[in-house]
Structures are given as C-alpha cells and as structure tokens.
C-alpha cells in the first residue's frame, strides 16, 4: 500500500468552476501535510500547508480529517493560471517527506 | 524563484556509468533533501543531510549516495547506472531540520540513462 494515494485525474473543468481534490495516507502518525503544485516539466512549489483546522489562501482551501486519514484541496473560481498537477504531501518520521503520484488538473476556456 | 540550484540541467549517461549530481540549497537552509521523480509519478525520497550527516533514507539501493559540505550544498552520486534511474532528480533545502518544515525545490536534474 502507497503512504499517499491521490486519484491522478485528469480533471477537466471549465472557467470558474469548483474543483475538490482529496488525498488519503497510511501512517496515522503523521505529522504535516502540504500541497504542492506541479507545472510540466518543473520543479514542485509549495501550495500551502495544511493545518487540523483547515486553512484557506485566496480561492484555496485546504482540509485535513485525522481521524479518516484524508487531506483535501477545494479550488474556487478556477482560472485557465491553475491547470497544473497537484500533489499531495505528508511528512512523517521526522524527516522524510511522501508525495503522492499527483492529480491533474486542466481548466478550459 | 526558491533560491535552490541544481546542475547540471540535463545529463545524458549510459548504463553502467557513474553520475554526480550538484545542489546548492537555499541561503539559510542547513537540510537538504534528494528525490527522484519519474515519468507520471511523484517525487519519490532518496536521502535527506542535516549538518553534513545522512539523516534518513527512503528505498534506494547503496548505489545512490549523497554528500553534504560544510556550506550546506550537496551531492548525489548514482553508480552502476540502469535504465530505470532516468528520471527527473530533485534537491530540496528547508531551514532546519523539524518535522513540519516545508520544503523548496530546486529545478531538477533531468538524468536519461541509455
């Protein structure tokens, strides 16, 4: 079983839509999580953490849910600037950081 | 821009070889993390240095080792290349090493193994 297991997509969405990705883990002992966004062909970028309270940036939401071992990323009023792959991240162990395999999204004029 | 350099940028090699890869972390950064990112997956964990000491380790044969300097930059050295170690290969600096501290990325390594 993957430490991080994200539904790869890809999702297609129009203009200014709604968009919810979820991510679920294995390790109940973990301790942080992020979302990382992913253009073609470059380097990961931090998103935003995510904290047990839930934490909103501008149209991003983020959500974590311990008890069910899930994260989520809510994407409002999507703009053509958001067609990326998004991963999803969890740190436990201290140090070492697990992504999972990433969700593509790809916003339509 | 995060600040973390890698190079070369692209890199060509064939089996068997031997390859050495360069980061330098951000200003301030004293961690660094090395991971390998295939074709379709995420970044998958090769090691993290902290203070010049190997500081965990993912699922990697002895093949793939690294080293950090003093002036925190590192190095990640794959011997015995195989076709499968094509791949993109990224460095990450984070400021000190604690759980919860996010990670910045350097623009990778691509590595082709013919």
């Known amino acids: 079983r993957k430490e991080v297991e994200q539904d790869p997509g890809p999702f297609n969405v129009p203009e200014g839509a709604t968009v919810a990705f979820n991510c679920t883990y294995s390790?109940?002992?973990?301790?942080?999580f992020f979302w990382y966004r992913q253009d073609c062909r470059k380097e990961p970028k931090l998103l935003m953490s995510?904290?047990?309270s839930g934490n909103e940036d501008g149209r991003f939401t983020a959500q974590l849910n311990r008890a069910s071992q899930y994260i989520s990323l809510l994407i409002r009023d999507s703009k053509l600037s958001d067609s990326a792959t998004y991963l999803c991240?969890?740190?436990?162990?201290?140090?070492?950081?697990?992504f999972g395999t990433g969700t593509s999204l790809t916003v339509i004029p | 821009e995060t600040g973390v350099t890698q190079s070369p940028t692209h890199l060509i090699k064939t089996r068997g070889q031997q390859v050495t890869l360069r980061c330098s972390s951000q200003?301030?950064?004293?961690?660094v993390s090395w991971y390998q990112q295939a074709l379709g997956q995420g970044p998958q964990f090769i090691f993290q240095?902290?203070?010049?000491?190997?500081?965990g380790r993912g699922n990697f044969p002895p093949r793939f080792s690294g080293l950090q300097f003093p002036n925190y930059s590192s190095e990640l050295n794959v011997n015995a290349l195989e076709l499968d170690d094509s791949a993109l290969y990224l460095c990450?600096?984070?400021?000190?090493?604690?759980?919860?501290?996010?990670?910045?990325f350097g623009p990778g390594t691509r590595l082709t193994v013919l």
């Open positions: 240095y902290y203070r010049e000491e190997e500081n």
């Open positions: 995510v904290y047990s």
């Open positions: 390790n109940s002992a973990s301790q942080s």
């Open positions: 200003s301030g950064h004293n961690t």
């Open positions: 991240v969890v740190n436990f162990a201290g140090n070492q950081f697990y």
């Open positions: 990450a600096s984070s400021p000190r090493w604690r759980e919860g501290n996010e990670q910045f």
